[in-house]
């Protein structure tokens, strides 16, 4: 039991003592065939030795033999080889150095830099079809800036330098060279062949993967006869990218039952005659050099008319500012039965109309700045086959609305002299909005229980008869009238009379009527 435990102890001491020395520079420089160096230039570097049990922080430089692996992905490592030096980092890699240059790598040794790490895992199912942008991101990457003759080797692809910066980058469906300076000899191992590509360049070498639709063909038009409809071959995966080809089929009105349209074989299909009362649909073949698939989009709706006019729009309400309208569309036909949209129009003594911005809703209300103009409503129906527009009759002109206030006041008592005193009852009127037009408006006094009649038995008269036009000069809201109430000392109850409008110019009455109340102020004599 002893010798157990002992014998395990001292193997772990002994590999630590080995991986210690195998730590301690032994050189300060690169050996042909045997070793390289390695030093971290800043982040995080990792080494993994040919043997050793796993990866170790590298601190500095470092002389490592061939067939280590190097972690770079979060810092830049430099690399110096019998063949060169450069800086190397956002990958991993195990370095080589073979005795016979690969293929496509020119003549004479160079240092072979393999990329390492990432997972293929997904690449089968997103191969398939079974997700799209398999190629969004890739697995694995390497970039690199150096003189000498190096080689970053890939899943797919081998890129071959003598001095240049350059990103080699390993994707489920193939490997991407990326060129920022110099030239890169660039080995397609798919294809067996070796292309040259400059600095701002790039170079793709893919799979040939057949043809697989990951989201179906649509189309964009409206299916209506003489419009023109647009066919998009839907989303697909496949290495190289496919052509495609279209064929248009004619369908019944569930979509079903298809047959292919003579001569359809465009992107593009002009609706016909003889497709009204059918669906449409579009089948689309994509093809490379690895295989051909089909898919079919989806019917449109049905080939029918287009809207169609038969009553004109009409509106209703009462026209004055402040007050709401509404639009009735009229009667119409079209297959599908068309939507409406509205839109109301303000026009001038010329019948010239400009929209009312904001002003497309079935109901609106009218507005200061519609005063002295007529309106009108744009009904504009539309269904799959198209969009037509009517326009109502026009209701107006607007005019602003006069309203005229009661005033109630005590009549006042005799003056010092003894004679009667008076008081003005100041009436207001108001016009609902101010009009670009003078407005006027004809008014008169008329008795009540007051009287105006300068014959009236005593106390006499109560008021002054008035009458006159009243004038709104263009963008005022506000007049008076005046009548004169006479006091005096006798106790009587309170008494009234009116002042009445008539004869609107330019506006319409709200209230055509005030009432004056004069109210007693006298007390009787104990």
């Not at 064929?247 to 299909?269: E, F, L, P």
């Not at 008869?465 to 709104?472: D, E, I, Y």
Request: proline share 7%; net charge positive.
């Amino acid at each position: 039991m002893v010798r157990l435990r002992v014998l395990p102890f001292a193997a772990v001491f002994l590999a630590a003592l080995l991986a210690f020395a195998s730590w301690a520079p032994a050189a300060t420089s690169p050996t042909a065939g045997k070793t390289v160096v390695v030093a971290r230039v800043s982040g995080v570097v990792r080494v993994h030795l040919p043997g050793a049990a796993g990866f170790s922080a590298l601190h500095g430089a470092r002389v490592v033999p061939l067939k280590t692996t190097v972690d770079a992905l979060r810092g830049v490592v430099r690399l110096t080889s019998a063949d060169g030096s450069g800086s190397f980092y956002q990958g991993m890699f195990q370095v080589f150095e073979p005795n016979v240059a690969p293929v496509g790598a020119g003549k004479g040794r160079l240092t072979d830099l393999h990329l390492v790490g990432g997972s293929f895992k997904g690449c089968k199912r997103k191969l398939a079809g079974a997700g799209a942008g398999a190629d969004a991101k890739p697995i694995r990457r390497l970039w690199g800036n150096a003189k000498g003759r190096f080689r970053t080797q890939g899943r797919f692809a081998a890129a071959t330098v003598r001095g240049t910066r350059w990103l080699t980058a390993d994707f489920c469906t193939g490997s991407e060279v990326t060129v920022r300076a110099g030239v890169v000899a660039v080995r397609d191992l798919v294809h067996g062949k070796t292309v040259n590509v400059p600095a701002g360049k790039k170079y793709d070498a893919e799979l040939s993967l057949a043809p697989v639709n990951t989201a179906p063909p649509t189309i964009a038009g409206t299916p209506s006869i003489g419009q023109t409809l647009t066919a998009s071959a839907g989303t697909w995966t496949g290495t190289p990218a496919p052509a495609f080809a279209y064929r248009w089929q004619r369908c019944d009105a569930a979509g079903a039952n298809c047959i292919d349209v003579s001569g359809a074989t465009g992107i593009t299909y002009l609706v016909q005659p003889g497709d009204a009362g059918a669906t449409l649909r579009v089948r689309v073949t994509a093809t490379n050099a690895a295989g051909t698939a089909s898919a079919t989009s989806a019917a449109t709706a049905l080939v029918a008319s287009g809207p169609a006019n038969i009553t004109p729009p009409s509106i209703t309400g009462t026209i004055a500012p402040g007050l709401a309208l509404q639009a009735a569309v009229g009667t119409w036909s079209g297959v599908p039965a068309p939507t409406f949209a509205f839109q109301w129009l303000r026009c001038n003594f010329q019948a010239v109309c400009t929209p009312i911005a904001g002003a497309t809703a079935i109901v609106y209300t009218i507005q200061a700045a519609d005063v002295a103009l007529t309106l009108r409503v744009q009904v504009t129906a539309t269904n799959s086959a198209g969009s037509t527009n009517v326009v109502s009759a026009p209701v107006g002109p607007i005019n602003p609305r006069i309203t005229i206030g009661d005033v109630s006041l005590k009549e006042g008592n005799l003056g010092v002299t003894g004679g009667p005193s008076t008081t003005n009852f100041v009436f207001t009127v108001t016009l609902s909005a101010p009009s670009p037009l003078d407005v006027t408006v004809s008014y008169a006094t008329a008795d009540d229980t007051a009287t105006s009649n300068p014959q009236a038995p005593f106390p006499g008269p109560d008021y002054r008869a008035a009458s006159g036009t009243l004038t709104f000069k263009a963008g005022a809201t506000s007049a008076t009238i005046t009548v004169v109430v006479i006091g005096d000392g006798t106790v009587e109850p309170d008494e009234r009379f009116f002042v009445n409008l008539s004869s609107p110019v330019n506006a319409e009455f709200l209230d055509a009527q005030a009432i004056g109340t004069i109210l007693n102020d006298d007390t009787p004599i104990p």
